[in-house]
């Protein structure tokens, strides 16, 4: 399967863990696998999709951290992860995915502060944050994010003011 492009998967049930060789789909822009029952981490191996530009992995069971592998994906304008049992910070390679337009990490079990870095995605219109375990001061930076239509950082345990920008 060298040569798919797109892969939708999405509103199954599928179970168990997201095959390792999901990295040897190297042409594939679209992977979509969201609204089933996937087990496990997110592989490294996703990394290597390097011409990806959409990926949907919410609402399903996956566990662990967001690997920081995914900092190679800079093609991808969509990342969906929410609703699954991910742990952990969020990683500041996500902020090096400067195409991103659209970053769901909403109810998932993510911890620590939101990264300054993510003012660096000037190409973000929605950022989801909401009912995760967030901690720390809303970062300023995200007044530098001149596309952002939508934001969402209710349901954590955030703290001190409401930046000016």
Known sequence: LTALTQLYLYKNKLTGRIPTEIGQLTAVSVLALQ???LTGPIL?????LTGL???WLNVNELTGRIPT???HLTALTALCLQDNWLTGRIPTEIC???ALKVLYLQDNKLAGPVPTEVGRLTALAHLSLE???LTGRIPSEIGH???LTQLYLQGNKLTGFIPPD
Request: hydrophobic letters at 45%; charged letters at 30%; proline letters at 0%.
């Open 35 to 37: 609204e089933n029952m």
């Open 44 to 48: 490294t191996e996703v990394g290597r």
């Open 53 to 55: 530009a959409e990926l």
């Open 69 to 71: 592998d995914i900092r």
């Open 96 to 98: 090096h995915l400067t």
């Open 131 to 133: 009912a995760n375990e």
């Open 145 to 147: 994010l001149a596309a």
